[in-house]
């Protein structure tokens, strides 16, 4: 019962938070990260940790120097993001859309549709990809799945932020997956996130900097059942001043009916994404957690070491 309280507290401080910060500038919300961030990296053991040993395995050429630089950067841009959910989800619409201060590569999503073809957009975390999903659904029909917060408290609150605009949400199932390839064959567009490492059996192992990581196999089954074009959306942030939004021609090898082809086809696509501006990525998620060893010719599944 305590327990229950407790999370209860918490859910009603972080939406107060959320709705108390919706109001501000986003030059106030950038300040208040430069000033968290720091913090954050040198508080947040378990953050800092993972973010300087994804930064050690995809930068090695880079000095530790520099590589501590960035974990600092990384950390005070996934502050913002949090410290702008507030904005994304109940900031005034004409003001989040005002924020949006350019869009590059919109001809990709109005061509596809007017070829009467859906489009997939890969949506890595990298920005503030909040402010996608606000765009995305404001402009277009628009699909993504979603899995509701450990915190269940916080879940109408999240949900009514990211429905605002038109976004249907669907559960991350069987049922969700039908209600995807559906959007798609009215030709609408959905979401997918494509740097979440799936549950055993959903995905297989391609390179991601070079190093092999568990990605998941949906993309190839949902292009092969609709021939949906692909692309990569990211809101890149501009500090202090607004977001631009870029869409990314996909990576070839996406479209592969091989699902390991496919799946380091949606890996190159993020890094692509990665390398409008390193910082901006939440290189504090355990990307490497997986591995496949090889035991006698029989993979052996076990957790990855470096975390």
């Known amino acids: 019962m305590a327990e229950t ?112 073809r859906g489009v997939i957009v890969l949506a890595p975390h990298f920005g503030n990809w909040e402010v996608l999903n606000f765009w995305l659904s404001g402009h277009f029909p628009f699909t993504a799945m979603y899995e509701p917060p450990k915190i269940a408290e916080l879940d109408p609150v999240i949900r009514r932020g990211r429905e605002r605009m038109g976004a249907s949400l669907v559960p991350t199932n069987p049922r969700g997956v039908a209600a995807l390839l559906k959007a798609l064959k009215r030709s609408e567009a959905i979401g997918i996130l494509p740097d979440q490492e799936p549950d055993w059996g959903s995905g297989v192992f391609a390179p991601f900097f070079g190093r092999p990581a568990y990605t998941a196999t949906l993309l190839p089954k949902l292009v092969a059942r609709t021939e949906a074009r692909v692309v990569t959306g990211v809101a890149r942030r501009i500090p202090g001043r607004g977001f631009e939004i870029h869409f ?60």
């Open 5 to 116: 309280r407790s999370t209860s507290l918490q859910a009603r401080a972080i939406g107060t938070l959320w709705k108390a910060l919706a109001g501000r500038r986003l030059g106030t919300l950038w300040r208040l990260s430069r000033l968290a961030g720091p913090l954050v990296h040198r508080f947040s053991r378990r953050e800092r940790e993972v973010t300087e040993i994804n930064l050690a395995e995809v930068y090695p050429a880079r000095s530790a120097a520099e590589r501590r630089r960035l974990a600092r950067e990384s950390l005070t841009h996934s502050t913002a993001t949090m410290l702008e959910l507030g904005f994304a989800w109940m900031g005034a619409p004409e003001r989040v859309e005002a924020s949006i201060l350019e869009v590059h590569g919109r001809e990709l999503l109005d061509e596809a549709r007017a070829e009467g």
């Open 248 to 307: 990314l021609a996909a990576d070839e090898r996406v479209c592969s009916p091989d699902e390991a082809e496919s799946a380091t086809g949606v890996n190159a696509c993020v890094e692509a994404a990665i390398a409008l501006d390193p910082a901006q990525y939440q290189w504090e998620y355990k990307r490497y957690r997986k591995v496949v060893e090889e035991q006698e010719g029989v993979p052996n599944h076990q957790a990855f070491r470096l975390y």
